[in-house]
């Protein structure tokens, strides 16, 4: 396959950036998109021009680094995948390809493709966790029995692997899936109940803080999501958080 | 010259964890505010270890080089997390536990690491359920449980096929807590490129932020290295593109021995390599050998034909396949363990019975598990188990339910659809049982630094089962180590502050800057992956599942040579101060080109067959491996000495006093 590449070029946070063009040849179908940007790279390096800086670690959908804007869609036009997963064989002979970071205020970019999203760690430092510790005498795992169909529903909400596409895809920028998502896993599980209150009031506030925008229902974060995170989780989450605030 | 001691506590074995923690020295909670902890690495081990520090009341610096702590690589793991609960009432018990680790390592780890492994495997299970990690449950609400390669019992917890993402967020939710409470300071994107030693203990280390490129000194009364394997060493393997040697590197050049090498594991069941491009390698989860059935075809043409496409596997009758993991280990069938198996599928392809273009796969089929579940469903529920489209869509569903993610990553990569046609697989490499040599208490031969999970060496022996990586990660971070350190830092409570401007320091920075200098003021004309795919090719070829003499002394010249190329002509874009991908690989590869001659050197020194170190010499008459406990039953641990052909043997020699020494057989 021949293409032609768009890409967003920036090189550091101050700098300005733009758009460049950038042709390759005999890209193989059974690439997946990030080995298609290693050729790339390769190719840019023999010619003397700077790498395209771009997150990515696992390669295999499951550590959420990977984080392209491709044709206008985060993770590009495949469905419930991350960019490593998506394969050339999306694409077409002779394409145009489309690549930015993703975009939004919370998330600056760091080089090219690359953004800080550390705005996400800060959310979960205000509450994403159980205060348990590790002392070793908790209870006996089975002491609590917790109905399959809830733990099920906390186990989808958790699979949140923290890419930030929700935000990216939000015309608001808004972070709401993936805050309701880690609200939504303790919510569902006894062990979450404790700090039910402080955590969704805590979380939001950090959100909010961070300068993500709000919530208008549009549900484009759940169709990109590539987890299929459950737009059910930030309506749980506004439940959650008006029972908080009464009590509060 | 450092004695080689592993301060095993005295007693018997089920007591010495116990009267150690009754007897080793403890720091008050007022001095434990006076001292500093460094933790390299954010993994399971890492990251659990971090966060208990600092619920201890130590104050903790992390460091990671991902973007965030929750992306370390721990979260790839799929399968699961042994722990001798014996809620299954199936016989399991901490001694079954500890033996079946023992013996699926070969018989070549430390007896008293392993049984406190097992022995503290229950409070991870309730350390993590009390967290809030979805484990998955039964209908009665209960924790569920799974089987594993090379055990009889059924003690793996999981969640789905995301068990490590699940307790990787579960530690990182408890260090985030920490790190709120400002106990934690957390450093992501950074590198840690030396280790600083004053007066012969770890006090500090050198690290360079990747965003801006500064080279930082940060100081601490310990050093924990929690930076997991080197299975990039082979170039393609199941690692994630950033995982590296270089913490584990550094510290072993300043005088941490490095035990065992040349133990890695290969994974029998990985989706195979497409083509030259291939940037890693995806593993599907051993928890699927509990389903799918592993075959070639019998009859050469057969294979030959389905590799040209000519024939469909779905077309061949159950007389011409051979099920040859059920043919010749019957007692665990295609539960055998990993080593084992990865061998079985080598010598089926070598054959000339792979089923892919390149020759290089096997079969992986769940028509049997599918038919099975969806008559078992059809009988609950009281419909008709002859029909036959019915039983298929409810054997479908039963394994969605189990394996759904796992089928759905295939079909993306492999553009087929395993509900329908057999999966196809090949071993790739996965995991790295060698490391740091630590003593009980997970310190190495430098005071003061600590290895812990993959990192070091101590619980797998020659050969890892499965679902013990996640176990031993926790164990050593949860619940191991935050004890252990106490003994070493009640020296340290009136040592005060370390201070950063000592020449130690000094020197060290200005290691790691010239190095830095030299790569970006070498202008070569290859890149750094050219050389780290020679080195994988390398390694692959002729230190991967089987090994003699001849090609691993070939590749020790292979890899000089190639280190000798590699300081000569890699090229290094860009500035040493900005976001340089490029850079940090090359500091990266140039620790794997040192590492890999040790490798080869080490499986050269060890001339038996055991766990994943095959030596074709060290066979029996079918085939099998054949250990030689006489001449062998010692960890290597190499002291570096100024280059990995310089590297000096000592041998920790390992004691059986619970375990009867025998030949492995899974038949």
Sequence with gaps: ?248 | MTKLNAHIPQGPIADKWTNHKNNIRLVSPANKRLIDVIVVGTGLAGGSAAATLAELGYNVKAFCFQDSPRRAHSIAAQGGINAAKNYQGDGDSIHRLFYDTVKGGDYRSREANVYRLAEVSTNIIDQCVAQGVPFARDYGGLLDNRSFGGVLVSRTFYAKGQTGQQLLLGAYSAMNRQIGRGKIKMYSRHEMLDLVKVDGKARGIITRNLVTGEIERHAAHAVVIASGGYGNLFYLSTNAMGSNVTAAWKIHKQGAYFANPCFTQIHPTCIPVSGDHQSKLTLMSESLRNDGRIWVPKKKEDAEAIREGRLKPTDLVEEDRDYYLERRYPAFGNLVPRDVASRAAKERCDEGFGVNKTGEAVFLDFAAAIERYGKEKAHVKGLDENDSSLVQKLGKQVIKAKYGNLFQMYEKIVDQNPYETPMMIYPAVHYTMGGIWVDYNLMTTVPGCFAIGEANFSDHGANRLGASALMQGLADGYFVLPYTIGDYLSDDIRTGAIPTDSPEFDEAESNVRAQINRFIKNKGTKTVDYFHRKLGKIIWNKCGMSRNKKGLQEAIAEIKALREEFYKDVFVPGTANSFNEPLAKALRVADFLELGELFAKDALERTESCGGHFREESQTLEGEALRDDKNFTFVSAWEYKGGPSKSKLHKEVLKYENIELKTRSYK
Aim: charged share 25%; net charge negative; glycine share 6%.
């Design chain 1, 1 to 248: 396959m021949k293409l032609k590449l768009k890409i967003w070029r920036q090189e550091n946070a101050t700098a300005k950036g733009s758009m460049q063009t950038y042709s390759l040849d005999s890209v193989s179908p059974d690439m997946s998109f990030l080995e298609m940007m290693d050729v790339l790279n390769e190719q840019l390096m023999e010619q003397g021009i700077d790498p395209v800086a771009f997150d990515h670690d696992c390669r295999e959908g499951i550590c959420g680094s990977c984080s392209m804007f491709i044709n206008g869609e985060a993770h590009g036009p495949d469905r419930l995948v991350t960019t490593c997963q998506l394969h050339m064989r999306k694409f077409k002979d002779g394409d145009t390809i489309y690549i930015e970071p993703f975009r939004a205020k919370p998330f600056p970019v760091i080089k090219d493709l690359v953004v800080d999203r550390t705005a996400f760690d800060r959310i979960q430092h205000a509450g994403g966790f159980v205060s348990v510790n590790t002392s070793g005498n908790t209870q006996d795992a089975n002491a609590i029995p917790i109905e399959k169909a809830d733990a099920d529903k906390a186990f989808d909400a958790a699979t949140c692997i923290g890419c930030g596409a929700c935000v990216a895809t939000c015309k608001n920028a808004s972070a709401m899936l993936f805050v309701s998502a880690k609200v939504s896993q303790y919510a569902l599980l006894p062990q979450g109940q404790v700090e039910a209150t402080d955590r969704v009031i805590n979380m939001v506030k950090q959100m909010d803080e961070e300068g993500f925008g709000n919530c208008t229902n549009t549900g484009a974060c759940e169709v990109e999501c590539p987890k299929g995170i459950s737009l059910e989780n930030i309506a749980r989450m506004n439940k959650e958080y008006l029972l908080a605030s009464y009590k509060a």
